[in-house]
T-cell receptor
Framework: QKEVEQNSGPLSVPEGAIASLNCTYSDRVSQSFFWYRQYSGKSPELIMSIYSNGDKEDGRFTAQLNKASQYVSLLIRDSQPSDSATYLC???????????WGLGTSLAVNP | NAGVTQTPKFQVLKTGQSMTLQCAQD?????MYWYRQDPGMGLRLIYYSASEGTTDKGEVPNGYNVSRLNKREFSLRLESAAPSQTSVYFC????????????FGPGTRLLVL
């Protein structure tokens, strides 16, 4: 059974701090990794995708991938109250069109 | 571009009633997906379609049928709704051809009494 695991939280950080979200996956052949953000009552929206080991930065967001350790993380710098949401980690399920989803980590950024 | 659209936004059904959830995308994407999302269960794939005329089962297909009518549209049908099908349903699409990102519609909230 291929799995993606995330700490459900809630993760609570003060405004301006760095929020660190982690995700581990079980399938070693996975090649594509995604972070989605989902506000309450809304649909998931893509924040970052990462395919190679190392860091990928986009504005205040940095995705980190370590395939040897089978984890992917998302750092949010200068966290804002508008970042309060559930963050979903998704991993491609080998050579097909499906993604395996984690259950999400709830983030609360406190003013 | 409207992206991925879903209708209806909200529906209440009685047990045993049938209904079809509609999904359309205007991004010329090849693959389309139906998910359900329940508290504590995350996103679970019901069915997906890699191209017009093809469909495949996901994790939780029982009680559902799908139709990929054309490249744009992918519908989900509940033939005899059950309270266990109360959920939020999301449609998503993916371009393929080098992109694995899935783009989601706004969702349909379904309550089965």
């Amino acid at each position: 059974q291929k799995e993606v695991e995330q700490n459900s939280g809630p993760l609570s950080v003060p405004e301006g701090a760095i929020a660190s979200l982690n995700c581990t996956y079980s399938d070693r052949v996975s090649q594509s990794f995604f972070w989605y953000r989902q506000y309450s009552g809304k649909s998931p929206e893509l924040i970052m995708s990462i395919y190679s080991n190392g860091d990928k930065e986009d504005g205040r967001f940095t995705a980190q991938l370590n395939k040897a350790s089978q984890y992917v993380s998302l750092l949010i710098r200068d966290s804002q109250p508008s970042d309060s949401a559930t963050y979903l980690c998704a991993v491609n399920a080998g050579n097909n069109r499906k993604l395996i989803w984690g259950l999400g980590t709830s983030l609360a950024v406190n003013p | 571009n409207a992206g991925v659209t879903q209708t209806p936004k909200f529906q209440v059904l009685k047990t045993g009633q049938s209904m079809t959830l509609q999904c359309a995308q205007d991004m010329n994407h090849n693959s389309m997906y139906w998910y359900r999302q329940d508290p504590g269960m995350g996103l679970r794939l019901i069915y997906y379609s890699a191209s017009e005329g093809t469909t495949d089962k996901g994790e939780v297909p029982n009680g559902y049928n799908v139709s990929r009518l054309n490249k744009r549209e992918f519908s989900l049908r509940l033939e005899s709704a059950a309270p266990s099908q109360t959920s939020v349903y999301f449609c998503a699409s993916r371009r393929d051809q080098g992109s694995e990102t899935q783009y989601f519609g706004p969702g349909t909230r379904l309550l089965v009494l």
